[in-house]
């Protein structure tokens, strides 16, 4: 997908904050104006978008001033390779990124590679159950508590920034701060 995604580091305690995060992006300026495809809210990235995402090295295509230059189809085609953002937040069921090369999974418990983690994510997609084995140690465990190394997460809130590639950019420390503020919850991220 190419994106980086910013989200509460505790899902479990956060409701529905949809409307609050996105507020909070237009304010600093990091969203400007909205465009709605296929029922999901995307935002264009606003003036102050570079001062709070920074890009190591490669400089992003961002397209400021957009309505002039894109229409609803040409948004359709192209939406994956632009800087577009996304806020989802619901209370019921996880969502599951992960990175299209090179997913990491190390066990909570015993520390090793999870080599298995394709065909856990495949049954969690048909049964929706958290619990499983560690096929190395065996000890029961949440797909939840899985370290990723950024290189996947579950998540029911998230903002999602589209367009970035894996470890091309970083949020910076202060928007950490702020959606810690805005939401009692401490955050984090990964790319997916
Ligand atoms: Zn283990």
Same mark, same amino acid.
């Given at each position: 997908?190419?994106?980086?995604?910013?989200?509460?580091?505790?899902?479990?305690?956060?409701?529905?904050?949809?409307?609050?995060?996105?507020?909070?992006?237009?304010?600093?300026?990091?969203?400007?104006?909205?465009?709605?495809?296929?029922?999901?809210?995307?935002?264009?990235?606003?003036?102050?978008?570079?001062?709070?995402?920074?890009?190591?090295?490669?400089?992003?295509?961002?397209?400021?001033?957009? @309505?002039? =230059?894109?229409? +609803?189809?040409?948004?359709?085609?192209?939406?994956?390779? #632009? *800087?577009? !953002?996304?806020? /989802?937040?619901?209370?019921?069921?996880?969502?599951?990124?992960?990175?299209?090369?090179?997913?990491?999974?190390?066990?909570?418990?015993?520390?090793?590679?999870?080599?298995?983690?394709?065909?856990?994510?495949? @049954?969690? =997609?048909?049964? +929706?159950?958290?619990?499983?084995?560690?096929?190395?140690? #065996? *000890?029961? !465990?949440?797909? /939840?508590?899985?370290?990723?190394?950024?290189?996947?997460?579950?998540?029911?809130?998230?903002?999602?920034?589209?367009?970035?590639?894996?470890?091309?950019?970083?949020?910076?420390?202060?928007?950490?701060?702020?959606?810690?503020?805005?939401?009692?919850?401490?955050?984090?991220?990964?790319?997916?």
């Amino acid at each position: 997908m190419n994106c980086l995604v910013l989200i509460p580091i505790n899902q479990q305690y956060i409701s529905d904050v949809q409307v609050k995060i996105s507020n909070a992006l237009l304010e600093l300026n990091i969203t400007q104006s909205a465009i709605i495809n296929n029922n999901t809210e995307y935002f264009f990235a606003g003036d102050s978008y570079l001062q709070f995402i920074s890009f190591l090295g490669c400089s992003p295509y961002l397209n400021f001033n957009p @309505q002039k =230059q894109l229409t +609803l189809s040409d948004l359709k085609q192209t939406i994956a390779d #632009l *800087n577009y !953002i996304q806020i /989802l937040s619901n209370s019921e069921d996880y969502v599951f990124l992960n990175t299209q090369y090179g997913v990491k999974a190390i066990c909570p418990a015993c520390k090793k590679k999870m080599t298995e983690w394709q065909s856990l994510i495949i @049954q969690w =997609q048909s049964n +929706l159950k958290l619990e499983t084995n560690c096929k190395q140690c #065996l *000890n029961a !465990i949440s797909l /939840l508590d899985i370290d990723w190394k950024r290189t996947a997460g579950f998540f029911k809130t998230a903002i999602i920034f589209h367009g970035i590639q894996a470890e091309l950019a970083v949020p910076s420390d202060e928007l950490l701060l702020k959606l810690e503020k805005l939401t009692k919850l401490q955050w984090q991220y990964f790319y997916g």
